[in-house]
Nanobody, 125 residues
Framework: QLHLVESGGGLVQAGGSLSLSCTAS????????VAWFRQAPGQEREFVAS????????PYGDSVKGRVAISRDNGKNLVTLEVNSLRPEDTAVYYC??????????????????WGQGTQVTVSS
């Protein structure tokens, strides 16, 4: 069982940056792949980024590519998402999720076993 808690969201002006954290509690965090998804009001949940358990694979969603970076510190049970050049359309609740096993479907919501409660990011124009 893995418990995930997101933090770092808030209100930021367009062009600004945020660092979102996903902190895990539970055993063997270093064997889980972790992803960030986001969901804006009235829209479907969207893949943002993921990082494999080794940290070697870090695919990004098309809408954020070039503006985000995902990293992990297994010693701290922590995954961080740095988001730069924020736009009003980045406004959403950001969720982290974890899976154990094959992460070939890293951008598929149903692949993930554990989810956090989300953190709100609001970007003002």
């Amino acid at each position: 069982q893995l418990h995930l808690v997101e933090s770092g969201g808030g209100l930021v002006q367009a062009g600004g940056s945020l660092s979102l954290s996903c902190t895990a509690s539970g055993p063997s965090f270093n064997t889980y792949s972790v992803a960030w998804f986001r969901q804006a009001p009235g829209q479907e949940r969207e893949f943002v980024a993921s990082i494999s358990w080794t940290g070697m694979a870090t695919p990004y969603g098309d809408s954020v590519k070039g503006r985000v970076a995902i990293s992990r510190d297994n010693g701290k049970n922590l995954v961080t998402l740095e988001v730069n050049s924020l736009r009003p359309e980045d406004t959403a609740v950001y969720y982290c999720a974890a899976l154990r096993g094959s992460d070939s479907d890293y951008d598929v919501i149903g692949t993930y076993d554990y989810w956090g409660q989300g953190t709100q990011v609001t970007v003002s124009s």
